[in-house]
Each structure stands twice: as C-alpha cells, then as structure tokens.
C-alpha cells in the first residue's frame, strides 16, 4: 500500500477535501491520511510514499522531519531541501535571468545586528550606504520594503520619503529586508501551479481586504494569458516547486512576477472561492496520485529545478533581451 500523507496546522479545508478526493479516485494501493508524526528515527522511512507540506515553514520540527522523510525516499511536495534555501531576492534573481520582468530590486543589511554578532561582525560591508543610489535604481519614491523572506504580507511597507523610510527600517528590526520599485498595476493576477504544468490564472485584488482579494474580475486577453502561462512554467521549472503561487501585476502591457515564492499558498475555500478550491483540491489529488505511482522505494524521489539542474552543471541557458515598456509623457 503506497500512502499519500498530508502535513498541516490550523487549516482545515483543505486537508480534509484532499484526503477524501484522493480515497474517492485513487486507484488500488493508493490512499490518502493526514500524517502521524512519531519517535523520529535518523534514517528510518516513514512510511509515506508522498507528503504534501503545509505547515513545515512555520515549524522548523517538522522540516527537519522532512528532510528525513526525503533523505529515506518519500516524494515530498515541496521539496524541504530547496525550499529551505530559497527566499525573495534570489527568486528575482533567477527571474530575471531567465527572462521574466521582476521589480528592480535592492538587498538591504538589516537594522539591527544579528544575536551574537556587533560592529565588528561587519567589516566588510560598506558605510554608509548610499541610499540615494539605491532610490534612483528602483525608479524613486514610492517604493516597497519587504523582507527578502517571508510572506502573508508581514512586515511590508509602502514609503513615500526618507522619513518613511527609516521609520520602517527601525521597526524591521533584524529582518533582512529589501528596497522595491512600485509596478502601479492596471490588472493583478494570482496563479497556482502545480506540478510545473497544472495552471489556474485568478483575478485578484491585494488592495482589498484578505477575504476580498479573490473578488476581482480583470479580463486579460488571450495573449496576455497565454504570456502569463509561460512565465509561470518558467518560474516554477527554473525553482522546482510542484505546488506554488505566482502573482502578477499588468503595468503598459507587460505581467511584472511579484511574488512567486509561496510553497504553501492559500487554499481555503473562504478566501479563494468555491470554485478555485475545486480546482486546486482535484489538481492537487491527481498531481498527488502520480507522484505515487511514479514513487519507488528507497530512492530519492524528489523533483528539483531545472534551471538549478543547469546551473550546477553549467549549461545555463542563456536568457532572452526584454526591453521595459516606458510611460509616454503627456
């Protein structure tokens, strides 16, 4: 019997629509459970053929879990190896890289120094910044600050001058954070994907409340869509993540990826809709059931990114020239 297991905190939707899709169509040998954590063991299967991750980035117990888990062969989604390495600033990185238009982006230090560290620690870094150059490259004011890893829109600001600018960077603390062009959106896109070739393109509002993000209805035209789809698969094969969000925002025609970094996004029916939680409830399930059936035992089972594939063996492709569209002064 292959198992299909999901890991989870205080959703409940999800999970438990998952699990009884998954019992409702699985071929023989092939079910689906929430998991049940025991004494781990260095080096002891689990006993799960697939997890599904959707709680390990706020419980570091669990990811190591994980980890374990993958190291003695179940297919864990997302991977718990990659996804511990990833964060905000090389997600742009590689977006750019490999041709999809990003926020012009600047890497902050953080406020206060890290525990155990002082002054000393940082003899390398240059000071003082210069913090107009780094305005200029974004584009001027306004700008966003945003950590460079994170998500649920915590500790996110919108700054309009200097005094706002340092008013935020106090409040951050010791987060690493980073300095963002404002894209002001004429349209505003949330995709899933899953399984780098599932893809569902919402209409979505960020200005609105939480629960009213979803209730938006922009109408982008085929070739819009069609560009969108494209570079969602080349976000999430360049990462690897079989289950991911990415959001766009439309500015003079062009889809700027504003947030692709969220291996644990949003699925609960209240704030996605009755009809974009069927989706991602039935893609999910079926993604699931294919990765047990492909699932071999005691192999390593886990996907992983090609352009990070490429990369390490040096044959990184080279990316396409896209030229930014320009405002036309009137």
């Known amino acids: 019997m292959k198992k299909i297991g999901i890991l989870f905190g205080q959703e409940r939707t999800f999970p438990k629509a998952f699990v009884e899709r998954i019992n409702s169509k699985a071929p023989k040998g092939i079910k689906a459970e929430f ?24 419980v570091p117990f669990y990811r190591a879990y994980l980890k374990n888990a993958a190291a003695t062969g179940t297919a864990v989604i997302n991977n ?16 750019e890289q490999i041709g999809v ?42 700008v966003y600050m945003k950590p460079h890893s994170g998500g649920g829109w915590k500790s996110v600001y919108k700054v309009d001058n200097w005094t706002e600018v340092f008013k935020a960077y106090h409040e951050t603390e010791q987060l690493v954070m980073m300095f963002q062009e404002t894209i002001d959106f004429d349209s505003y896109f949330r995709c899933y994907c899953i399984g780098r070739k ?40 360049g990462l690897g993540y079989d289950f991911n969000t990415v959001e766009f925002a439309i500015k003079d025609g062009i889809p700027y990826a504003i947030d692709f970094c969220n291996p644990a996004p949003d699925a609960n029916v209240d704030s996605v809709g009755k009809e974009n939680f069927e989706w991602v409830v039935e893609n999910m399930a079926n993604y699931a059931i294919e990765r047990a059936r492909e699932h071999k035992e005691g192999q390593q089972n886990l996907t992983w990114g090609t352009f990070m594939q490429q990369s390490i063996a040096g044959k990184m492709p080279k990316p396409p020239v896209k030229k930014r569209a320009t405002t036309k002064k009137k």
């Open 101 to 142: 238009p990003v926020p012009k982006t600047v890497l902050l230090p953080s406020k206060d120094h890290p525990d155990d560290t002082t002054s000393e620690s940082f003899t390398n870094l240059k000071y003082p910044l210069d913090w107009d150059a780094m305005a200029e490259y974004v584009g001027g004011f306004p």
């Open 198 to 237: 599932y893809i569902r393109i919402m209409s979505y509002e960020p200005r609105n409340p939480h629960h009213l993000r979803y209730v938006a209805d922009f109408n982008p035209s085929k070739k819009m869509l069609a560009l969108m789809e494209d570079y969602v698969l080349r976000l999430c094969k």
């Open 80 to 95: 718990p190896f990659w996804w511990s390495a990833d964060e905000k600033f090389f997600n742009n990185v590689l977006a």
């Open 35 to 58: 998991v049940t954590v025991d004494e781990v063991m260095m080096n002891k299967p689990c006993g799960y053929a697939v997890i599904v991750d959707r709680i390990s980035q706020d």
